[in-house]
């Protein structure tokens, strides 16, 4: 499940208006960005991942079986989880040489610190994130 999708699944399925409307706007953005990434890695000869991630697969499963707020809770914390660490990805950007990575992570970073502010914003109003967890530190949940 890319992030593209995981922004789909929260616009149809999000408890709450906000989170509908950050899943869209996700939905939207992410998959700009992986067109973006998909071209640059195209012209760099790397191969695009064909298989999508167990930890994706899991996370769908786990929201698909959230009801209500508490699916709002899970895929909030999700997307602050994931932008946290795609910033950190962006930084690392900079040390590589690849003029068309170091555009594209130049040209997202907005958008993707505009999705953790809004993620946390609405983990913020919904009672926040389980077990104290910070998303800004970017470690794995506790859980």
Do not use: C, W
């Not at 993707?112 to 794995?140: C, D, H, M, R, W």
């Amino acid at each position: 499940m890319s992030y593209a999708e995981l922004g789909a699944l929260a616009a149809r399925r999000g408890y709450g208006a906000d989170t509908r409307a950050l899943g869209q706007r996700i939905a939207q953005e992410q998959t700009l960005l992986h067109a973006d990434l998909a071209r640059v890695a195209q012209q760099s000869g790397v191969a695009v991942p064909a298989q999508i991630e167990e930890r994706r697969l899991a996370l769908k499963e786990n929201l698909l079986a959230l009801p209500g707020q508490v699916f709002d809770r899970g895929f909030t914390l999700a997307v602050a989880q994931d932008s946290a660490l795609m910033l950190r990805g962006f930084d690392q950007s900079g040390s590589t040489n690849d003029a068309a990575l170091k555009d594209v992570a130049r040209r997202y970073r907005s958008v993707i610190e505009q999705e953790q502010k809004n993620s946390n914003q609405i983990l913020t109003s919904i009672g926040g994130p389980p077990f104290g967890y910070s998303p800004e530190v970017g470690a794995p949940a506790p859980f």
